[in-house]
């Protein structure tokens, strides 16, 4: 056995949402100049006022912003990117197995359709409630820090405070709409697919419940989840990046892509994308059971004290 022991007993609801949270800021921590990289690339088509700097690739997107930026840049937004991991996976991932079980009254083995619906269900909920943290990332990762250049935001709350008082409320849960439609998505396709993975590598004893079965279900999971929701990724970077008025509407701002910058304007950043939710994946589910069950054994051995 790789790794800990599963539980004997199914974990609470506490233990589920703390060690998503938790595992999703360690992926983050690992994986972030990925994802900086990513929004660097799918903004590309709209930057304005920054002559001679083009990105190409992933890990020339990298290069580029440590030459001229420096390497602190790689993790622009890291302070509301963990709050929203906080926010988003203790939600979307803690709440799954629960929300998939209300909806079969608690029946084993749920149907691909139910668990679907469950994850929709939890995607929907973590961004309606956690939509600013999102907001202000997306932004600190596409400020780029050079000479002459403004920067929008000087930190965190500073920019939280900026976008409330210069864009309102709705400045906060700018991009919702397509945000929710991605996080519904990635949310469904990341745990269903996970989820039969991981089921079919046990049923079919190719691997017994550990870190190998958790690494292959995640990365599977990375790909097919990166195939289908790149293209409402674009779209909502671009969104809520954008100034007041550039865009009328999520829709409004992909039929914009489509006919200025045509279709392989969803899948820009595609390897970066792939790259960031494939090791993301690998990172967090990893993470995820592993914390999950180490709470329980301490939760077991506090309990067997008293």
């Known amino acids: ?60 997107t990298i290069s580029t912003m440590i030459r001229t930026e420096g390497p602190r840049s790689l993790y622009n937004g890291l302070v509301a990117g ?11 991932i803690g709440l799954y197995d629960n929300v998939k079980n209300f909806y079969t009254g608690g029946k084993d083995k749920p149907g691909v359709l139910v668990r679907i619906l469950a994850g929709c269900t939890t995607g929907a909920m973590a961004v309606s409630f956690a939509q600013p943290t999102d907001v202000v990332k997306v932004r600190f990762q ?16 500073q920019a939280y405070k900026h976008i409330f008082q210069n864009e309102g409320i709705r400045g906060l849960w700018k991009g919702t709409l397509p945000n929710i439609t991605r996080n519904a998505l990635v949310n469904c396709t990341e745990l269903v697919t996970y989820d039969l993975i991981k089921e079919a590598i046990l049923r079919h004893n190719l691997m017994s419940d550990n870190l190998p079965c958790h690494f292959v279900s995640a990365f599977g999971a990375g790909f097919v989840t990166t195939v289908i929701a790149s293209p409402v990724d674009v779209v909502k970077t671009r969104y809520m990046n954008s100034p ?19 279709p392989t304007a969803f899948y820009k950043g595609f390897v ?35």
């Open 1 to 60: 056995m790789v790794g800990l022991k599963p539980s004997d007993v199914p974990p609470p609801l506490g233990v589920k949402m703390a060690s998503a949270g938790a595992a999703a800021c360690v992926a983050d921590l690992f994986t972030f100049p990925l994802d900086t990289a990513k929004v660097r690339l799918q903004i590309q088509g709209e930057m304005k006022g920054v002559e001679g700097i083009r990105y190409r690739g992933v890990f020339g």
């Open 82 to 92: 963990l709050q929203r991991q906080v926010c988003f996976a203790s939600i979307r």
């Open 142 to 157: 596409a400020q780029m820090n050079l000479d002459g250049v403004a920067r929008r935001y000087t930190g965190t709350m």
């Open 244 to 262: 007041p008025g550039q865009y009328k509407s999520a829709i409004n701002c992909a039929w914009t892509m489509m006919t200025k910058e045509g």
């Open 272 to 306: 970066p994308s792939f790259l960031r939710l494939g090791s993301w994946n690998v990172v967090m589910f990893v993470s995820f059971e592993q914390i999950k069950r180490a709470m329980m054994v301490t939760k077991k051995k506090i309990e067997d004290r008293n």
